[in-house]
């Protein structure tokens, strides 16, 4: 089903040739000036960098391609038995030690939509509903540790920590193992391939990984509830995943848990710090913002900026020929400050209306984990108002990722504010505890199966 | 005012509960929407026209 519109061009083509390499510093100092400059003059561009690729940036252009899974692939073909095609990463990543795909983010249907529905009922916005209680506890904890000392970084103490230890319980493995993971995966995203620290990261990636295939044999042998358990048990499409698919899935979830929330968090309360009187409004109007300023956090952030795809077939859509193969860049942060669509699009209004943002991708590959991630959000942010409500971030001290062109996240966030008093347990101790109600109430079942909410006080 | 949803467009964005949470309600299994009732009451008509503006698919039909 393609439309039947006039090609372009070849002088038309060379005016929509770009040149921006993504993890340069231009991509991020520039990003609001460049998107600007793009929707005006060619949302959908060819960029002559990383092998020549499509790149969507103008809303309703992406908004049209993203959601033709007709035509669009995502799969990357890692045994080199189907079309070749190289996933969502562009640049495409080799992962010489892991020969593993990126879970069902880089499959295509119906193996794909299989997934889905094996996960959903463990994701959905019910099933989250029965871990809140369990997201604010660790969330107070985290809070806790720091409470007293009127410092905080709110990367390193709490928004790597509750995405991270949560992840896990949905997982179904030990909350405990959260630092196994919690460091590689980050650090995995902001470290290039030529810092001297590269291969230390790959050294605990591998650990990690490691760590996670032992996690997978403990539920084959001793089940238990969770992720996990579903996928040693679900079939998809007429078969079971072996272990390497499995371990790519279980990867793919914990590096869209972990990171992309904590890059959220981190960006939203260094916005806060710096507009007090709009923290301050956004605080006593919660009810009334919390869910609006939420999506516009996510809108103006996009943690994940944009997937990439393959032509699978060749196609016209808005004029644009694209041709079997090609590769193609979906811009979510960019169609994100479209003025045709979002009024005054690069500032931050968090009562905005109509604000139908991509940050959560579009079409079948939409964010698996997206309720997780706003519940998640909210609760560290309502509980940060709540306890730190003077705070203030060090500007000298926050570390934004040097390259923004996979994941708009930061390293380190310091904020001072006045000293309160401790409410319970410190981290490990709530860890501990929380463990125990996962067991004992089998909480990581599907919603299908068990649908009350945590209970605390048992 | 009629309000459906089209599941086949629906991808469990979940915004259209957000902004209408009398008129949309998400399957327990995927967060997916389905309206609560076709026919929107009179004086409700406002948060429909806004879920449906806020949908990322633009999954939501008004009739």
Redesign the interface.
Same mark, same amino acid.
């Given at each position: 089903m393609t439309t039947d519109e006039a090609p372009v061009t070849d002088e038309e083509r060379s005016r929509q040739t770009i040149s921006l390499d993504r993890h340069s510093s231009r991509y991020r100092i520039e990003f609001e000036e460049l998107s600007t400059e793009f929707h005006g003059k060619c949302p959908v561009a060819w960029n002559d960098t990383h092998g020549g690729y499509w790149f969507a940036s103008g809303n309703k252009e992406l908004f049209d391609i993203a959601r033709r899974a007709d035509v669009l692939s995502n799969d990357n073909d890692i045994n080199g038995t189907k079309k070749g095609y190289r996933g969502i990463s562009i640049p495409h990543v080799e992962n010489q030690e892991r020969r593993t795909r990126g879970g069902f983010l880089e499959m295509d249907p119906p193996e794909q939509r299989y997934y889905r529905q094996a996960l959903n009922p463990y994701l959905s916005p019910a099933a989250v509903e029965r871990w809140k209680p369990v997201i604010e506890e660790i969330t107070r904890a985290c809070l806790d540790e720091k409470i007293e000392s009127g410092r905080i970084d709110f990367v390193d103490d709490l928004a790597n920590i509750v995405p991270a230890v949560l992840t896990l319980a949905l997982l179904g493995v030990p909350l405990k193992d959260w630092d196994v993971y919690c460091e590689p995966i980050h650090a995995s995203v902001y470290t290039p391939p030529d810092s001297p620290d590269y291969p230390r990261i790959q050294q605990l990636q591998m650990l990690s990984g490691m760590r996670m295939m032992e996690s997978i044999h403990e539920v084959r042998a001793d089940p238990r509830p969770g992720l996990i358990h579903e996928l040693v048990t679900c079939e998809i499409n007429g078969y079971r995943p072996d272990d390497m698919e499995i371990l790519g899935v279980v990867m793919l979830l914990i590096g869209g848990g972990f990171d992309t929330t904590t890059a959220l968090t981190a960006h939203s309360l260094e916005w806060l710090s710096e507009h007090h009187d709009q923290r301050e409004r956004l605080s006593r109007e919660r009810e009334a913002l919390l869910d609006s300023a939420t999506e516009e956090f996510l809108r103006f952030y996009t943690p994940a900026q944009g997937d990439g795809r393959t032509i699978s077939q060749d196609c016209v859509i808005n004029g644009t020929e694209f041709k079997e193969g090609d590769r193609l860049w979906l811009s979510w942060a960019m169609a994100n400050r479209d003025e045709k669509v979002f009024e005054d699009p690069h500032t931050i209004h968090l009562d905005r209306k109509g604000n139908r943002h991509s940050s959560f991708g579009l079409g079948i590959h939409r964010c698996i984990g997206s309720n997780v991630a706003r519940a998640t959000f909210k609760i560290m942010l309502t509980q940060v108002l709540d306890r730190m409500p003077d705070f203030v971030c060090d500007p000298e001290g926050a570390v934004h990722y040097d390259t923004t062109g996979v994941i708009n996240g930061m390293k380190h966030l310091p904020a001072t504010f006045t000293p309160g008093q401790r409410l319970g347990a410190g981290l490990e101790e709530t860890i501990e505890r929380m463990q125990r109600v996962c067991d004992e109430q089998r909480l990581a079942e599907p919603v299908t199966v068990r649908k009350a909410r945590a209970k605390l006080d048992s | 005012m009629k309000v459906r949803v089209d599941s086949d467009?629906c991808?469990?964005?979940?915004?259209c509960?957000?902004n209408a949470p009398d008129r949309f309600a998400?399957?327990? $299994?995927?967060?997916h929407a389905y309206a609560v009732d076709e026919d929107v009451p009179a004086g409700q008509e406002r948060p429909v026209r806004?879920a449906a503006?806020?949908?990322? $698919?633009?999954a939501i039909v008004l009739s």
């Amino acid at each position: 089903m393609t439309t039947d519109e006039a090609p372009v061009t070849d002088e038309e083509r060379s005016r929509q040739t770009i040149s921006l390499d993504r993890h340069s510093s231009r991509y991020r100092i520039e990003f609001e000036e460049l998107s600007t400059e793009f929707h005006g003059k060619c949302p959908v561009a060819w960029n002559d960098t990383h092998g020549g690729y499509w790149f969507a940036s103008g809303n309703k252009e992406l908004f049209d391609i993203a959601r033709r899974a007709d035509v669009l692939s995502n799969d990357n073909d890692i045994n080199g038995t189907k079309k070749g095609y190289r996933g969502i990463s562009i640049p495409h990543v080799e992962n010489q030690e892991r020969r593993t795909r990126g879970g069902f983010l880089e499959m295509d249907p119906p193996e794909q939509r299989y997934y889905r529905q094996a996960l959903n009922p463990y994701l959905s916005p019910a099933a989250v509903e029965r871990w809140k209680p369990v997201i604010e506890e660790i969330t107070r904890a985290c809070l806790d540790e720091k409470i007293e000392s009127g410092r905080i970084d709110f990367v390193d103490d709490l928004a790597n920590i509750v995405p991270a230890v949560l992840t896990l319980a949905l997982l179904g493995v030990p909350l405990k193992d959260w630092d196994v993971y919690c460091e590689p995966i980050h650090a995995s995203v902001y470290t290039p391939p030529d810092s001297p620290d590269y291969p230390r990261i790959q050294q605990l990636q591998m650990l990690s990984g490691m760590r996670m295939m032992e996690s997978i044999h403990e539920v084959r042998a001793d089940p238990r509830p969770g992720l996990i358990h579903e996928l040693v048990t679900c079939e998809i499409n007429g078969y079971r995943p072996d272990d390497m698919e499995i371990l790519g899935v279980v990867m793919l979830l914990i590096g869209g848990g972990f990171d992309t929330t904590t890059a959220l968090t981190a960006h939203s309360l260094e916005w806060l710090s710096e507009h007090h009187d709009q923290r301050e409004r956004l605080s006593r109007e919660r009810e009334a913002l919390l869910d609006s300023a939420t999506e516009e956090f996510l809108r103006f952030y996009t943690p994940a900026q944009g997937d990439g795809r393959t032509i699978s077939q060749d196609c016209v859509i808005n004029g644009t020929e694209f041709k079997e193969g090609d590769r193609l860049w979906l811009s979510w942060a960019m169609a994100n400050r479209d003025e045709k669509v979002f009024e005054d699009p690069h500032t931050i209004h968090l009562d905005r209306k109509g604000n139908r943002h991509s940050s959560f991708g579009l079409g079948i590959h939409r964010c698996i984990g997206s309720n997780v991630a706003r519940a998640t959000f909210k609760i560290m942010l309502t509980q940060v108002l709540d306890r730190m409500p003077d705070f203030v971030c060090d500007p000298e001290g926050a570390v934004h990722y040097d390259t923004t062109g996979v994941i708009n996240g930061m390293k380190h966030l310091p904020a001072t504010f006045t000293p309160g008093q401790r409410l319970g347990a410190g981290l490990e101790e709530t860890i501990e505890r929380m463990q125990r109600v996962c067991d004992e109430q089998r909480l990581a079942e599907p919603v299908t199966v068990r649908k009350a909410r945590a209970k605390l006080d048992s | 005012m009629k309000v459906r949803v089209d599941s086949d467009l629906c991808q469990g964005h979940t915004l259209c509960a957000m902004n209408a949470p009398d008129r949309f309600a998400l399957r327990d $299994e995927d967060g997916h929407a389905y309206a609560v009732d076709e026919d929107v009451p009179a004086g409700q008509e406002r948060p429909v026209r806004e879920a449906a503006r806020s949908c990322p $698919e633009q999954a939501i039909v008004l009739s």
